[in-house]
C-alpha cells in the first residue's frame, strides 16, 4: 500500500492505512531532493512536494521554549512552542518524544539548536506531551530553570489564580465538629490537592489564623479516604494542646502522645492510632522505632523549629518514612536563606538539590529571596491576619523609646567598657551582648541582692511600664507581659501584686509542659484585670490567650518573627477586643540596634519572600551596640 505524506497535527507524516510514521526532520531535508522515498523510509510513497504541493519547506530553522501558563480551572499548563517571527507556535509532542519539524501557514520548517536539550528536560520531569502537567512537575521545570541555568522557560503562570481556583462543591469532612471560615476552608482544600498532586505542602499563615484546624480537617479527610496512621510532629509545649484539639474538634481521630514517661514502646502499638503525637526530641530518640511505620502523613507544627539543616531535629524529621509532608509555621522563614531550603528540602525532598549547590545560586538578602519566589510561592499559602480575618478587631502597636536616667546611664557605661575590655570586638557575638541587654531590663535583674527598694524609682523603662499598667488595671482589661529573663520575672512577682492588687501568673521554661494550658485557662477566665508573664520562647507559640486584649513586649527580641509570634497569642480568633501592642526600648544602648535589626528585617520582607541581611550583618549590629552610649551628654 503506498503512503501518502499528511499534515499531522503540526508537523509532516506518513499515512500508510491505519499506520502514521513520524520522520524527523534530517530525513525530511535529506529526502527533498531525491525521487526514490522508498529506499529512504523502506516505505511506497512520493516525496512530501508531490502530496503537499502547497507547502513551502523553508531552510531557516526555529528554536524551542517551555511555555507555561493556567487555564480558567487553575490547571497548569505546558507546551513545546517554537518561536519564529515573533510568534508562539505549538510543537507535536507524542509519548515524550519531540517531533523536531513543524508546519505553520503552510510553511515546513526544521527545529534547531536545543531540541535535543529540551527533550532531556522532558525526560527529567516525565512530561509525555502539551497540556496539563502537575504542580510536582511544574516545581521541578521551575528548579531546572532557576539552578541549572537552562533559560529554556517562558513562565506565565499566575500562581494566585492557581491558588484560588478551588472546588467550591468539594466538601468538608462531615466529622469535623467545627464550622470552617472561608479563608479556612480555602486552605484545606488548597492542602488536599498539594498532598494529592505534589505529595507536600508549606501552611505558612499569620499566626491566629487557624492552622491547626486546617491541618485537623486534612487528617479527617485522609483517615476517610486511606488506611492511617499520620504523625504530628511538635514543641513540647504544644503537644496537650494538639491533643485537646483533635478531641475538640475531630472525636473520631483516635490519638496518642508519644513522649515522655507516655512513649510507646512497640511500634506495632503505635499503629493502633489514626495520629500519633510527639516532639521534635522524641522524634530524635525514637527515629529507627517511628521509620518502621509508613507514615500517611506527616505534619511538623511550628517548622521552623528545622530551619538549620544541620541540627539533629531536621536531619531525624527528613528521615521519617511517609507519603505526605506538610511544614505549618507562622513564621516559616525568620533569619536565613537556608531556612527556605531545609523547609522546602522536607516537604519537596531533593527538589532544590543540594545545600551547598543551592547557596552558590540563591545569594543570602533579598534578590536571592526574589529569585526562589518562582518555587515558593507555588508550595506554600500564606494569608496575612488583616488580610482575612476582617472580623477581627483593631491592632494599635506603639513602640516607646525611652531615655535612661542618669544613674542607668553610668552603670550601662560600666558594663559596655567591661564588655569591650574582657574580649575582642571581633570576637563578640549577639549573644555576648546579653549582660547589657539584661541590665536594659531592670538594674535589679543583674544585682546580687536583686534589690529591695521600689524598682519603678531606679527604672526609666519600668517607671514607663508601671503608668502604662496602671492605666490597663482602671479599666479591668488583662495584660501579658513578655521577658526573655528569670530574674525580671522575680522582680514583677514581687511587685505587681502588691503594687496593682491584681493577680499574677507566669509561665517559663521551668513551667511544667502540663501546666501551661492550665494556667492559661484561668487567666482566661478570671474576671477583671489580671497579669501573665512569659518568656517568648516558652510560650511565644500554641497559646490561645484571648482574654487579654493588651501585649508589652518589655524587652525586644533580635528576631521579630518571635516578637509577631508573641503577640499573636491575643490577637487572633475569639479576640473581641481592640489588641494594644506596647513596645518598650532604651535609646542609645543595644536595645536601639534591636529595635533598628527589627525594622529593617520587617522592610525586607515586605519586599520579598524572605528577608535577610546574612552573616555579615550580626557583626554590623554588634559593632553598632559597641559604639552607642547612653549618656546624658548625648
Not at 17 to 26: D, E, L, M, T
Request: charged letters at 25%; hydrophobic letters at 35%.
Amino acid at each position: 500500500m503506498k503512503a501518502n505524506w499528511i499534515i499531522y497535527n503540526n508537523h509532516l507524516a506518513l499515512q500508510d492505512g491505519k499506520n502514521v510514521y513520524h520522520p524527523n526532520a534530517s530525513d525530511i531535508y535529506s529526502l527533498l531532493s531525491k525521487d526514490d522515498c522508498e529506499k529512504q523510509f523502506n516505505i511506497n510513497c512520493e516525496n512530501p512536494t508531490v502530496d503537499l504541493p502547497n507547502i513551502r519547506f523553508s531552510k531557516l530553522g526555529s528554536s524551542l521554549h517551555i511555555r507555561l501558563n493556567n487555564n480558567e480551572c487553575g490547571e497548569i499548563i505546558c507546551n513545546i512552542e517554537a518561536k519564529r517571527k515573533g510568534t508562539y507556535i505549538p510543537v507535536d509532542v507524542l509519548e515524550g518524544t519531540i517531533i523536531d519539524q513543524c508546519v505553520y501557514n503552510n510553511t515546513w520548517f526544521y527545529l534547531s539548536g536545543n531540541t535535543l536539550q529540551v527533550q532531556e528536560i522532558l525526560e527529567n520531569v516525565g512530561i509525555k506531551g502539551n497540556g496539563r502537567i502537575s504542580t510536582r512537575q511544574y516545581l521541578k521545570l521551575i528548579e531546572l530553570e532557576l539552578l541549572n541555568g537552562t533559560r529554556l522557560l517562558d513562565n506565565e503562570v499566575e500562581i494566585s489564580c492557581i491558588k484560588n481556583t478551588i472546588d467550591n462543591n468539594e466538601q468538608v469532612p462531615s466529622t469535623l465538629k467545627a464550622t470552617l471560615f472561608p479563608y479556612q476552608r480555602t486552605g484545606f482544600l488548597w492542602i488536599k490537592r498539594m498532598l494529592d498532586d505534589c505529595n507536600g505542602c508549606i501552611l505558612g499563615d499569620e499566626m491566629g489564623l487557624g492552622k491547626t484546624m486546617q491541618v485537623i480537617t486534612e487528617m479527617l479527610s485522609l483517615k476517610a479516604r486511606y488506611e492511617v496512621p499520620m504523625l504530628v510532629v511538635a514543641p513540647i509545649s504544644l503537644l496537650v494542646n494538639w491533643q485537646r484539639e483533635c478531641a475538640k474538634f475531630a472525636p473520631t481521630l483516635h490519638t496518642a502522645v508519644h513522649y515522655g514517661q507516655n512513649r510507646i514502646g512497640n511500634y506495632k502499638a503505635l499503629l493502633n492510632y489514626d495520629v500519633v503525637i510527639t516532639s521534635y526530641t522524641t522524634v530524635v530518640s525514637d527515629i529507627h522505632m517511628l521509620n518502621m511505620i509508613r507514615w500517611k502523613f506527616v505534619a511538623l507544627d511550628e517548622a521552623q523549629s528545622i530551619k538549620n539543616p544541620f541540627s539533629a531535629r531536621a536531619r531525624a524529621c527528613k528521615k521519617l518514612n511517609r507519603e505526605r509532608s506538610i511544614a505549618v509555621s507562622g513564621t516559616p522563614f525568620e533569619n536565613h536563606i537556608t531556612d527556605i531550603w531545609s523547609l522546602i528540602d522536607f516537604v519537596q525532598p531533593g527538589l532544590l538539590g543540594s545545600l551547598e549547590s543551592y547557596q552558590e545560586v540563591i545569594t543570602d538578602d533579598v534578590s536571592g529571596g526574589k529569585r526562589i519566589e518562582p518555587i515558593l510561592s507555588p508550595l506554600m499559602i500564606r494569608r496575612l491576619v488583616t488580610d482575612v480575618a476582617k472580623d477581627l478587631p483593631e491592632k494599635v502597636v506603639s513602640t516607646q523609646a525611652l531615655q535612661m536616667s542618669e544613674n542607668e546611664c553610668h552603670e550601662y557605661d560600666r558594663y559596655l567598657t567591661s564588655l569591650k575590655n574582657s574580649v575582642e570586638s571581633d570576637k563578640i557575638n549577639l549573644g555576648m551582648l546579653q549582660q547589657l541587654r539584661i541590665y536594659c531590663t531592670h538594674p535589679y535583674a543583674v544585682s546580687e541582692d536583686k534589690g529591695s527598694g521600689d524598682p519603678a524609682e531606679v527604672s526609666i523603662k519600668y517607671q514607663r511600664f508601671c503608668e502604662i499598667v496602671e492605666e490597663i488595671v482602671s479599666r479591668e482589661e488583662k495584660i501579658i507581659v513578655f521577658t526573655s529573663y528569670k530574674n525580671m520575672f522575680e522582680v514583677f512577682k514581687r511587685d505587681i501584686p502588691n503594687r496593682f492588687g491584681i493577680q499574677l501568673w507566669a509561665i517559663n521554661g521551668e513551667t511544667p509542659v502540663a501546666e501551661r494550658q492550665e494556667i492559661v485557662d484561668r487567666f482566661n477566665g478570671l474576671s477583671g484585670s489580671a497579669m501573665l508573664i512569659l518568656n517568648p520562647r516558652a510560650a511565644g507559640t500554641g497559646l490561645n490567650i484571648t482574654g487579654a486584649n493588651h501585649v508589652v513586649h518589655y524587652n525586644l527580641e533580635w528576631n521579630p518573627a518571635l516578637e509577631d509570634q508573641s503577640s499573636a497569642r491575643a490577637y487572633r480568633r475569639g479576640q473581641k477586643k481592640t489588641v494594644f501592642i506596647y513596645r518598650l526600648y532604651y535609646t542609645g544602648t543595644v536595645e536601639q540596634v534591636v529595635n533598628e535589626r527589627i525594622e529593617r528585617k520587617r522592610d525586607i520582607a515586605s519586599s520579598a519572600v524572605i528577608g535577610n541581611d546574612g552573616q555579615s550583618q550580626d557583626r554590623a549590629d554588634i559593632l553598632r551596640a559597641l559604639e552607642l552610649i547612653p549618656s546624658i551628654r548625648n
